[in-house]
């Protein structure tokens, strides 16, 4: 293993008595530690809200300058996004780099991000953060971006506003142009997407908080169900190991067939710049006729986060959609699995039973427009028997004297199609 060395931090949260501070500071600590840095301490106060200016009081900031000082490290990270103003003064105030959770998460995601797509949407959701505080100190980051040269745009201050303004507009260049080759980009997608649609295959969307183990189910079922085992997707421990969108084709031994998806992980707060440019990204989700939402069952804020799962979702546009809830990670916590209770199902993606059991679940919700048929085919129409042998699940064949008499399961776009054929009696 390589070691990397780990930036210390101060982490700063506002106590606004929320019920959940204690879990946002912890996956606040948990986005810091994804981002190849450590918390050397963490800094809080309760107050009734935010300081316009300063986020904390005038006090706490002298206390965290201090601190800064005391500890010797040159970032600080909030909990909250703040003002471009906020982090203009306190970085003022306390001499060290502020990043807010939201530039945290786009760094993080930055780093990750490996197709030319996923590339373009961090960057692009990057730049919409960055026009409105161009004037702090992100102006700096920018500038090694873009590489244009600012020679010290916001230090001299004389210079500094045609320079902001040079800067703006290398800015809102740099979005359209990204935003053009993202649509190119998506193009291709789109055009997958189309001919997958015109298949009429069920699709199935893994979604769910980042790290709960969506890709791992992935892999499971594609082990079991897949065309080519070879196509496993990337699983890690880690916030944000998926940032495409990976579709698999998945057929079951009695043929039918459904797409499944695995998509990005979602967190609180999750910034809404980055939402908007993952939209395309996360339209497999949004098209899909069935959810699977995975849940890390043995953490103990799992609530917490299956309510972040349908804030996201609900933001995406996605609500009301038939939803099977994966209470996965049960080999880590006391207790039987798989256990089913109505559409939730506790499992383990590492157990294969519990797959088996998610998987009759899909098929449960996904193909319930399935119905049994009996149908008798003409003997010069060998073309619908060997379609159904190969598509469908046949249940029996009998060779009468007007033909071959099939009793088979049909659905989705094939539920009416060979009606002709229906035996009435
Ligand atoms: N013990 C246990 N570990 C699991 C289980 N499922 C997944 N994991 C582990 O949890 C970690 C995250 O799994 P992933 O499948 O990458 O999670 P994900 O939901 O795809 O995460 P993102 O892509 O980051 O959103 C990995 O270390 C997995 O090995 C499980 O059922 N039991
Ligand atoms: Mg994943």
Redesign the pocket.
Known sequence: MTEVTLTPVITIALDLNSPNFTYAVEELNNLVEANNMEVAETLTQKLDRSDPATYFGKGKIEELKELVIETGVDTVIANDELSPSQIRNIEKAIDARIIDRTGLILEIFANRAQSKEAKLQVELAKLKYQLPRLHTSASQRLDQQTGTSAGGGFTNRGAGESQLELNRRTLQKRITHVQEELKEAQKADETKRKQRDRSELPTVALVGYTNAG??TIMNGLIKLFGENEEKQ???KNMLF??LDTSVRKLTLPDQKSFLLS?TV?FVSQLPHQLVQAFKSTLAEAANADLLVQVVDYSDPDYQLMMETTAKTLAEIGIENRPMIVALNKADRIEGPYPTREGNDLIMAATDETSLQELTSMIVELAFDDYETKTLLIPFNRGDVISYLNDNANVLSTEYLAEGTQVTVELGGADLNRFDDFLITN
């Open positions: 969506k890709s997707v990337l699983v190991a998926t695995d992980g």
